[in-house]
T-cell receptor, first 110, second 113 residues
Framework: LAKTTQPISMDSYEGQEVNITCSHN???????ITWYQQFPSQGPRFIIQ???TKVTNEVASLFIPADRKSSTLSLPRVSLSDTAVYYC???????????FGTGTRLQVFP | EPEVTQTPSHQVTQMGQEVILRCVPI?????FYWYRQILGQKVEFLVS????????KSEIFDDQFSVERPDGSNFTLKIRSTKLEDSAMYFC???????????FGPGTRLTVT
């Protein structure tokens, strides 16, 4: 399983775009990159998943460079309710388990 | 929007007692999972379940733990003889295709005294 490295914490203000970068230097050919969000005392919530280039949904965008050794989760115009822990996970698409790290704690200020 | 539900939301039990945590996965999902999160720590994988059998389990999931899908809707986690260190949030999750896109329930907070 590819090891991931992401910042422990980030601060932002409402209305700003937030980019959280995750490093995964030993990503394997079959690995996908998945991001989850977790609020305190709640279960993780799937945000987005990608293999290469760019993926966008109604919540976020995921940028993956050609070498796939890193990825960036982009949250447009964050609000206070985006304050949460964000996890970057790397693994085979048909994975039997998700391996969570410590994530990035995003704090959004008014 | 369909969601995973879990009951109870909070369970308090004494050390040595058996507990059963219940989950109702999303109805068209075929893959089911249990995770736990000790307060202030990482989310940890416990077990995955597909086609009425365990497909993978972690070192945490020892003989004290068991899972069952007793009917077409429920998915349960049983801890036979609880220990203090079993105190944690237990999350059930389900997936339609066994991919990394899993949907988590709100969790059951288990407190062992």
């Amino acid at each position: 399983l590819a090891k991931t490295t992401q910042p422990i914490s980030m601060d932002s203000y409402e209305g700003q775009e937030v980019n959280i970068t995750c490093s995964h230097n030993n990503i394997a050919t079959n690995d996908y990159i998945t991001w989850y969000q977790q609020f305190p005392s709640q279960g993780p919530r799937f945000i987005i998943q990608g293999y290469k280039t760019k993926v966008t949904n109604e919540v976020a965008s995921l940028f993956i460079p050609a070498d796939r050794k890193s990825s960036t989760l982009s949250l447009p115009r964050v609000s206070l309710s985006d304050t949460a822990v964000y996890y970057c996970l790397v693994g085979d698409y048909n994975t039997d388990k998700l391996i969570f790290g410590t994530g990035t704690r995003l704090q959004v200020f008014p | 929007e369909p969601e995973v539900t879990q009951t109870p939301s909070h369970q308090v039990t004494q050390m040595g007692q058996e507990v059963i945590l219940r989950c109702v996965p999303i109805s068209n999902h075929l893959y089911f999972y249990w995770y736990r999160q000790i307060l202030g720590q990482k989310v940890e994988f416990l077990v995955s379940f597909y086609n009425n059998e365990i497909s993978e389990k972690s070192e945490i999931f020892d003989d004290q733990f068991s899972v069952e899908r007793p009917d077409g809707s429920n998915f349960t986690l049983k801890i036979r003889s609880t220990k203090l260190e079993d105190s944690a949030m237990y999350f059930c999750a389900s997936s339609v295709d066994g991919s990394g896109e899993q949907y988590f329930g709100p969790g059951t907070r288990l407190t062992v005294t």
